[in-house]
């Protein structure tokens, strides 16, 4: 069936550092990719999403890439902020957009000044 | 987009008794969801909420425990029932609106078991 793995957390980073968490996915057909953030206390909020091979996802400096051929849709940015700190959900749901979603396990990420 | 409320946004119950959850959005949404995420944990789907008609269950879960229902495209409740400990839970619901893709969700029901 459908899969997401994530990277284990927790990410501990230093301000303005480079961000990579890695995801990769196991479906059949052609999945749509995205990934979630979970601030303190709050409930998911969509940070980017990719519907096809080779799309570049972005959202307020984050970007990730659908790479079919590795099955793997990383999240990156190049200079994080203490306020990024959250826990970041890669997922995937099945052809068609409307079905329902498979999450990663979750990657805390922690910024420090 | 949609925007989606909750009610209520935390509980505390008793062991053995029910708790049943609201789930309002501000437009019409072709699918509701429900999901259950665990202390430090990901989300795991509960139910698909389809108006008309009985949920969809995940396995694992069953009606009898998490009756769910919609009464039309922008309302969806879900009751944990006989509860236990180990209900003790985020539940949240989300929807996907008519000709989009992604799912909005809503802010989560925090629920503590005693």
């Known amino acids: 069936g459908n899969s997401v793995t994530q990277m284990e957390g927790p990410v501990t980073l230093s301000e303005e550092a480079f961000l990579t968490i890695n995801c990769t996915y196991t479906?059949?057909?052609?999945?749509?990719l995205f990934w979630y953030v979970q601030y303190p206390g709050e409930g998911l909020q969509l940070l980017l999403k990719?519907?096809?091979?080779?799309d570049k996802g972005s959202n307020k400096g984050f970007e990730a890439t659908y790479r079919k051929e590795t099955t793997s849709f990383h999240l990156e940015k190049g200079s994080v902020q203490v306020s990024d700190s959250a826990v970041y959900f890669c997922?995937?749901?099945?052809?068609?957009?409307?079905?329902?979603?498979?999450f990663g396990a979750g990657t805390r990420l922690a910024v420090h000044p | 987009s949609a925007v989606i409320s909750q009610k209520p946004s935390r509980d505390i119950c008793q062991r053995g008794t029910s708790l049943t959850i609201q789930c309002q959005v501000d437009?019409?949404?072709?699918?509701m969801f429900w999901y259950r995420q665990q202390p430090g944990q990901s989300l795991t789907l509960i139910a698909t909420?389809?108006?008309?008609?009985?949920?969809?269950?995940e396995s694992g879960f069953v009606i009898d425990k998490f009756p769910i229902s919609r009464p039309n495209l922008t309302f969806s409740t879900l009751t944990v029932s006989n509860m236990s400990p180990e209900d003790s839970s985020i539940y949240l619901c989300?929807?996907?609106?008519?000709?989009?893709?992604?799912?909005?969700f809503g802010p989560g029901t925090r629920l503590t078991v005693t």
């Open positions: 997922a995937l749901s099945g052809s068609g957009g409307y079905n329902k979603l498979i």
């Open positions: 479906a059949t057909g052609y999945p749509s």
């Open positions: 990719a519907t096809k091979a080779d």
């Open positions: 437009s019409q949404v072709t699918m």
């Open positions: 909420a389809n108006q008309g008609s009985e949920a969809t269950y």
């Open positions: 989300s929807g996907t609106v008519t000709g989009e893709g992604e799912q909005y």
